[in-house]
Structures are given as structure tokens and as C-alpha cells.
């Protein structure tokens, strides 16, 4: 054997010692990608030994007390993050969702669901700070009683256990505790002395992978036999995540027009979302399919916005789906059994027993419930979407006039007017080429300098958005790559340094600076980034005046791709260039075809 090498994110636990063989060498775990490599040119028998904890299995060890728990949690400026992805790809971490806002799609920690990895502020970009003793934001207790409209509901008509046992299906990712609803049943049916079996298969369900749990409930304990729930025999499909529970494993366990079918519309992102930036999920095609599945007994909330919101975690989300589906009159078991059930479990009771209550109160009056938490998730103003063009015109007129100056602003407005006009002469009717240059004029023209990215965390933004996400907000350190300190990895790639707190006076003196951008003065802007961002935003401008002399009817669509372009840059440093030098590559192709004569599109007959 030629070599022995060690990789893991606890070095500590191995400290150097005889008793380790000759050659072993331990590393951290970011030297991964380096060790194997190193591995790999090395000819005859090498050994790769990775030693990590599972992030499920920490969280249940943190929950216990068995296992350490950083007093730090991590957070991301929403306003500074570009949405590149390259965090996730660092990280391969699917607590690192994508956030969909008015200046495109960002990224945001699930706090609910962070084990402390850490590993995502590797991610290039200067978004990221670690938050020392905060503990996230618990949402304020929700008077149940405070609506005549919410308050308890008439106990439902529960299903009748027939010759044949009560076929329960749940589904939904690991790591969110779709195992412990299958539990509670199972405990519940037992306090009642009917016979129960349960399947949990989880498979390779780490965090973010499938979890099917099969369930069945029979009078007698002998009366249990085959616990899979099989086609057509489910009388719940319980799905705590909506990709899951439009999948064939639990379609075609559905019965149309007997199976109950509860789902939660929430979109969780799946692993897919750490490597492909744009990965977008078929919402409303699997919505379809459930909705097709099931006929009339079915229904969708979002119980984890509505479980973050009145209870100030994500992970409620699924018992408040259990309480849904039993106000539905579709669980055999008596609520007291269930509550029971809950408390002997002995985890989180308190909030689990709300979240069932909750659940209740949405499944027996929707347009109450709803009415009562709308001004719960009202989104943050950075969330907010434009209704309109004008709409999103001005807001981003305002944002350029804060980034630079009115006159900065106005350069924008004239040219977006220009667009504007040029489609309404051309193609009446029509403002999506005119949308498209609001959007990514001002891309290019609000890049995220050392100007700007001080003037987002110091504006007053990012104070706001860490008071709504944390309790006692303490120490702040920021993980930044400046181009000044040079530091690079083996591979020549940039790497980042912790800030402490200073960097806060650091960046409102920076902000109030920004008056010298683009100037005589402006050592940013001598860079080759900063020259290159110039360059973008002056081959775009003469992109536009292309587009707007040769634009027709059958050439408008390739038009409006043209102007979108620039959604495809995104990052900082060299994660910005690979996009860059993508986004030129399909830019090329479109202008190439654009520039060929276009056959007139076909008249309608009349």
C-alpha cells in the first residue's frame, strides 16, 4: 500500500501518535478534492478513509445534548447575494434554498434545517456572515381564541376501521421528521389496543432524499399482515412535501374519490438545486397530477411558511399536516391518543402539539385561517414583487438613485423609455422586451462594487433583515475574498478571510465614498473586474441599439432573449467570469440568428 490518507471535518479527534500506521496523513475536510487528486497521480494501492458525522444524525445528537453545538449560525445579506449557486456548490448542502425577490433569484439559509456545517460561507461571494450567540427568531404565541372564526373546531366524524386494515401513506423528504408522524400513529393506535404496522423506507433518504413510511391500523393486532400500502389502497396520502407526493410511489397508491389527499405546496428545493443554480421544480405540473390523482378529496397549504410563522420553525410543518388530515375526518384515531402519543415521544411537545391544533383550525374554516395569517407572511420589502412595468421601473429607479445619483437614475429611465417606445412602435401590444431591459439595464448597471456591497450592509437593509431572523444578535464576522490580501488555494482560486465586527464602521465609511466611483480616484475601479463590468454594461447599451433598428414581429422573441442575457452573470471574481464567458457564448448564437432574415410570421385567417 503506497498511501493512507484521512479526511474529516473533526481533525481534533485524531492527534499524532505512534499508533497510527507509517504514511497516514490526516487532512480537513476541504482539502477533499486536493487529497484525491494527489491520490490519483499515485501509482499502486492508495487508501482515502473520510470520517464525517450525518447531518441528520447531528441534529438528533443536538437535540439530545450528546453532540456539539456551535452558538453561531449563519446568515445571508439578500440584497448582496448575486445567486450563483457557488455556496451550494461548496456546501452541497440543500439548506441552502434559493429566494426568489424583485432583483432576481438569491439564496437563504433554512434555519430550521441547518446542521452547522459551515462549509457554505466558502461560497465566493462576500454575502455570507456568521452570527455569534443569536438564536433564530421564534414567532410571537398566536392567541388561537383571538378569532370566533379560529377557535376550536367541531370534532370530525372519524373514519371506520373495516374488515381490512386503515392503509396510511406519508411521504416527504429526510431529515424534516416525516418518521416521527408515522411513529405518533403507530403509538396512538397502540394506546388504543388496535393493532398497528409501520414501514419507514428511507433508503439513502439522507437530507433532502425521498422518505416513504407506510402505515397500517386494524382492530386487532392480528389483523396487520402486509404492511406496504399497495395500488389503490391508501385511504390518506399524508404528503409533507409536494415533489415527493406527486411521485408514482404515491400516485398510484391513490384511489380516486376515496383517498384522502393532504399536501403541502411548500417548494423545497432538492439536491439538485446545490449543482444547477436555475433548477426549477414543476410546482404546478405535480399539483395537476395530485389534483388528477386524487378527484375530490384533496387538499394543499403551505404549512411550512404557515408553521414558520406561527411557531417560529419549519420543522411543525408535518404535524400540522397530521392535524389537517385529521380535522378531515381521515385518521382512525382519537385526538386524545394522538396528543398522548405526542407528549410520550417527548420531543418538542409544545410546539408539536400546536402545530396540530394549527392544522385543525386551517382544515376546518380555509378562508378564516387564511385571513387570519396573511399579515404573518407578508414578504419583507426586498421580497416584494413589481406588479407592473412601470412598477418595477420605478423601484429600480429609486434603488439607482441611492447606488449613485438621480442623474445615474435618469440615464436608466431614458433608456428603458426608449425600449419601450420602440416595441409599442413595432410590436404593439407588447412590453416583454421593454421588461426584459428594465430588468438587466439595471443588472448592469447596479453591480455589486466595494461601494455597493458596503452600502447594503450598512444602509440600515441587512440590520432589518437580522433582527427578523434572529433573537440577541451578538458578534458579527464577515467572510470575505479582497483582492488586496491575494490569498489563493493550490489551484491559484481567490480565498476568503473573517472579518470581526469592525468591518461594519469599515463599510459605512466605504458607502460614503461612492461618490468617486468610476473617477480619477476610484482605485476599485482600476481593477480588471471592475474594467470588465464597464465593458458589459457598454457592449449591452450598444446591444440594445441593435436590437431596437432591426427589431420586427417574427424577430421580437429573439429579441427579448437577447436583452435577457445578462441574467445569466452572475457571481463575483472568477465565479462571475465562468458565467460570463457562458452567457457571451450563447449571446453570440442568438445574435447570430437575429441578424438572419427572419420568415414573416403567418396571418391569422379570419
Known amino acids: 500500500m503506497k498511501k493512507i490518507a484521512l479526511v474529516t471535518d473533526e481533525p481534533y479527534k485524531y492527534p499524532s501518535g505512534s499508533y497510527w500506521p507509517a504514511g497516514l496523513t490526516i487532512h480537513p475536510r476541504e482539502d477533499l478534492d486536493r487529497v484525491q487528486r494527489d491520490l490519483s497521480e499515485i501509482e499502486g494501492v492508495t487508501v482515502l478513509l473520510y470520517d464525517q458525522t450525518c447531518a441528520a444524525e447531528k441534529r438528533r445528537r443536538r437535540k439530545r445534548g450528546t453532540f456539539p453545538d456551535p452558538d453561531q449560525r449563519v446568515i445571508i445579506n439578500e440584497l448582496v447575494c448575486e445567486g450563483c449557486g457557488d455556496c451550494g456548490v461548496k456546501s452541497n448542502c440543500v439548506s441552502v434554498q434559493p429566494l426568489e425577490t424583485e432583483f432576481g433569484r438569491k439564496r437563504k439559509i433554512d434555519q430550521s434545517s441547518c446542521n452547522k456545517d459551515f462549509s457554505c460561507v466558502n461560497g465566493f461571494c462576500p454575502s455570507f456572515v456568521t452570527v455569534h450567540g443569536a438564536k433564530p427568531r421564534k414567532a410571537k404565541p398566536r392567541d388561537m381564541q383571538s378569532s370566533t372564526a379560529l377557535a376550536t373546531p367541531p370534532q370530525p366524524k372519524l373514519p371506520a376501521i373495516g374488515a381490512q386494515p386503515y392503509s396510511i401513506l406519508i411521504s416527504g423528504v429526510g431529515g424534516t421528521g416525516v418518521v416521527t408522524i408515522s411513529a405518533i400513529l403507530g403509538m396512538a393506535a397502540h394506546l388504543e389496543g388496535k393493532g398497528v404496522g409501520v414501514i419507514d423506507m428511507a433508503g439513502l433518504a439522507q437530507k433532502g432524499g425521498a422518505v416513504y413510511c407506510h402505515v397500517k391500523i386494524a382492530n386487532k393486532p392480528e389483523e396487520v399482515h402486509a404492511i406496504r400500502v399497495a395500488a389503490g389502497e391508501a385511504e390518506l396520502a399524508l404528503g409533507c412535501d409536494l415533489v415527493v407526493a406527486g411521485t408514482k410511489k404515491v400516485l398510484s397508491a391513490i384511489n380516486k374519490g376515496e383517498t384522502g389527499v393532504f399536501v403541502n405546496s411548500a417548494e423545497v428545493y432538492p439536491g439538485e438545486i446545490t449543482r444547477m443554480a436555475d433548477f426549477s421544480l414543476p410546482g404546478e405540473r405535480v399539483k395537476a397530477a395530485i389534483r388528477d390523482a386524487a378527484g375530490e378529496n384533496y387538499g394543499f397549504v403551505d404549512a411550512s411558511a404557515t408553521a414558520t410563522a406561527l411557531l417560529g420553525n419549519s420543522i411543525g410543518a408535518n404535524m400540522f399536516m397530521l392535524g389537517f388530515a385529521w380535522q378531515r375526518g381521515f385518521v382512525p384515531l382519537s385526538e386524545a391518543s394522538i396528543l398522548e402519543a405526542i407528549r410520550l415521544n417527548g420531543e418538542a411537545v409544545a410546539m408539536n402539539t400546536e402545530a396540530f391544533h394549527w392544522g385543525r383550525r386551517a382544515a376546518n374554516d380555509s378562508k378564516a385561517f387564511d385571513a387570519f395569517v396573511a399579515p404573518l407572511l407578508k414578504p419583507t420589502e426586498s421580497r416584494q414583487m413589481s406588479t407592473s412595468l412601470d412598477e418595477m421601473i420605478e423601484r429600480r429607479v429609486k434603488y439607482l438613485t441611492a447606488y449613485q445619483n438621480a442623474d445615474y437614475a435618469r440615464r436608466y429611465k431614458l433608456r428603458v423609455e426608449k425600449a419601450l417606445a420602440v416595441e409599442h412602435a413595432k410590436t404593439p401590444g407588447k412590453t416583454d422586451y421593454a421588461a426584459a431591459v428594465a430588468r438587466y439595464l439595471f443588472k448592469l448597471m447596479a453591480i455589486k462594487d466595494e461601494y455597493e456591497v458596503a452600502r447594503l450592509y450598512s444602509d440600515g437593509s441587512f440590520r432589518r ?131 438572419t432574415p427572419q420568415k414573416p410570421l403567418p396571418v391569422a385567417a379570419e
Open 465 to 595: 433583515q437580522l433582527d427578523a431572523a434572529f433573537e440577541n444578535v451578538g458578534k458579527l464576522e464577515f467572510h470575505l475574498a479582497p483582492p488586496i490580501l491575494g490569498k489563493k488555494d493550490a489551484n491559484g482560486v481567490a480565498t476568503k478571510t473573517t472579518f470581526g465586527p469592525w468591518m461594519m464602521s469599515a463599510y459605512r465609511l466605504l458607502s460614503s465614498l461612492k461618490f468617486l466611483r468610476g473617477g480619477a480616484l476610484d482605485i476599485f475601479g482600476k481593477t480588471a473586474e471592475r474594467k470588465q463590468e464597464r465593458q458589459l454594461l457598454a457592449d449591452y447599451e450598444k446591444l440594445l441599439d441593435e436590437l431596437e433598428a432591426g427589431m420586427t414581429e417574427t424577430s421580437h422573441a429573439l429579441a427579448v432573449q437577447l436583452a435577457s442575457i445578462p441574467e445569466k452573470i452572475r457571481g463575483f471574481g472568477h465565479v462571475k467570469e465562468s458565467h460570463i464567458e457562458k452567457a457571451k457564448t450563447e449571446e453570440a448564437k442568438l445574435l447570430a440568428k437575429f441578424r
